[in-house]
T-cell receptor
């Protein structure tokens, strides 16, 4: 099955700086890569996603890049703000043991934006 | 449109008891997923239901079980509760069950076992 590695586990940045979170995946057949943001005490919220036929996608201050050859994808947050502080999870959609596609999550990155 | 809703928000049980958690997916979604998130840890996959059938199961003991109803809502049952079952239980739903399925999470149910 799919295996997703996420780095770093914790990240502290000054307000206004950029933050980058990286993930690698193992299943070359994976074709969908979402990112979730989880604020304290809440469920994860989808913030951006990318499909394997696209190399980069942007949404205001957030961007995701995908390198299919190297099997890694990254989340970029520019001009960070205190409200960006949260845990971020990457995921990859690969074949599960049941023979269907299923999301496999990374272990998460705790981002702290220091005012 | 309502998102994924879960109940109860909080639940306190005694070791050895049973807990039942409920989930209503987004309208039109047929797949429901359950995840366990222990304090400070990642998302551990529990169960996946689609159109009333269990499609996949994570690495959890059989005392974790569930079902999906004809209206696609779902419940998660945890029998013989242990202290380490204390966690946030997240339900998610999706429309497309094959590759590229975006899943949407509820706010979770906090289970505390004492």
């Amino acid at each position: 099955g799919e295996n997703v590695e996420q780095h770093p586990s914790t990240l502290s940045v000054q307000e206004g700086d950029s933050a980058v979170i990286k993930c690698t995946y193992s299943d070359s057949a994976s074709n969908y890569f979402p990112w979730y943001k989880q604020e304290l005490g809440k469920g994860p919220q989808l913030i951006i996603d990318i499909r394997s036929n696209v190399g980069e996608k942007k949404d205001q201050r957030i961007a995701v890049t995908l390198n299919k050859t190297a099997k890694h994808f990254s989340l970029h947050i520019t001009e960070t703000q205190p409200e960006d502080s949260a845990v971020y999870f990457c995921a990859a959609s690969g074949l599960s043991g049941a023979g269907s596609y299923q999301l496999t999550f990374g272990k998460g990155t705790k981002l702290s934006v220091i005012p | 449109e309502a998102g994924v809703t879960q109940s109860p928000t909080h639940l306190i049980k005694t070791r050895g008891q049973q807990a039942t958690l409920r989930c209503s997916p987004i309208s039109g979604h047929t797949s429901v997923y359950w995840y366990q998130q222990a304090l400070g840890l990642g998302l551990q996959f529990l169960l996946w239901y689609d159109e009333g059938e269990e499609r996949n199961r994570g690495n959890f003991p059989p005392r974790f079980s569930g079902r999906q109803f004809p209206n696609y809502s779902s419940e998660l049952n945890v029998n013989a509760l242990e202290l380490e079952d204390s966690a946030l239980y997240l339900c998610a739903s999706s429309l497309v069950k094959f590759s590229g399925n975006t899943i949407y999470f509820g706010e979770g149910s906090w289970l505390t076992v004492v």
